[in-house]
Every structure is written in structure tokens, then in C-alpha cells.
């Protein structure tokens, strides 16, 4: 069964970066598309990039577009999310996924491993 450690959350100035990490153990992730899903308070939790390795296809959401860069470290078995330019609405815990299939409208019903999440706050 799949496991990540999430990490890289942390508290920033707007504006700033940050630099997310979910690493596997215990299996590859050559065989899912991961993905990155963020859950701010009150509202809906919504996904934000995702990558396939198969056809090395990438996904990201309108609102990131531009400012977050999704990749991935074979090596390393991992998959980072680069966040630059950022901004207070991108406050929110994020949570990184696995899923056997590449869906650009990112269903989380598709999604059958979840790390625990990692906090991101980004002040004014």
C-alpha cells in the first residue's frame, strides 16, 4: 500500500515561495497520477496540479496557473509542488494523492491514497 510524507508547509509573506514535497515509501509512483489538492477554512477542498508519468501530462488550476510548477524526482520517488508569487488566498492545508487515473478536473473520488497534509499561511 502506497505512503507519503508530506512536507515543506510553513508560513510566508505574500509574494514569497514555497516548495512542497510528497515522497512515496514502500512503492513507486510511476504507476499513479499524483496530485495536489488544498483545503482552505469554510470552503471546499479543490485540486490544485497533477502529473502522470505514463504520458507525462500535467494539470493545474486556473487560480495557480503560472505561479505553480508540479515535478517529479524519480530518484527521490517524489513529487514536489514549487508555489511562487504567493498569495493570502492560497492559505490552506494541502494534501497530496494517488490516483490509477489522469482526470484534469481532478475528481477526489478517483484519488484512493492521501497523505495527512501540511499547512500553508501566507500573511498580508
Known amino acids: 500500500q502506497l505512503q507519503f510524507v508530506e512536507s515543506g508547509g510553513g508560513l510566508v509573506q505574500s509574494g514569497g515561495s514555497l516548495r512542497l514535497s510528497c515522497a512515496a515509501s514502500?512503492?513507486?509512483?510511476?504507476?499513479?497520477?499524483i496530485g495536489w489538492f488544498r483545503q482552505a477554512p469554510g470552503k471546499e477542498r479543490e485540486g490544485v496540479s497533477c502529473i502522470y508519468n505514463s504520458a507525462r501530462s500535467t494539470y493545474y488550476a486556473d487560480s495557480v496557473k503560472g505561479r505553480f510548477t508540479i515535478s517529479r524526482d524519480n530518484a527521490k520517488n517524489t513529487v514536489y509542488l514549487q508555489m511562487n508569487s504567493l498569495k493570502p488566498e492560497d492559505t490552506a492545508v494541502y494534501y497530496c494523492?494517488?490516483?490509477?487515473?489522469?482526470?484534469?478536473?481532478?475528481?477526489?473520488?478517483?484519488?484512493?491514497?492521501w497523505g495527512q497534509g501540511t499547512q500553508v499561511t501566507v500573511s498580508s
Open positions: 494523492a494517488a490516483s490509477g487515473a489522469f482526470i484534469p478536473t481532478m475528481p477526489t473520488t478517483t484519488y484512493i491514497y
Open positions: 514502500g512503492f513507486t509512483l510511476d504507476y499513479y497520477a
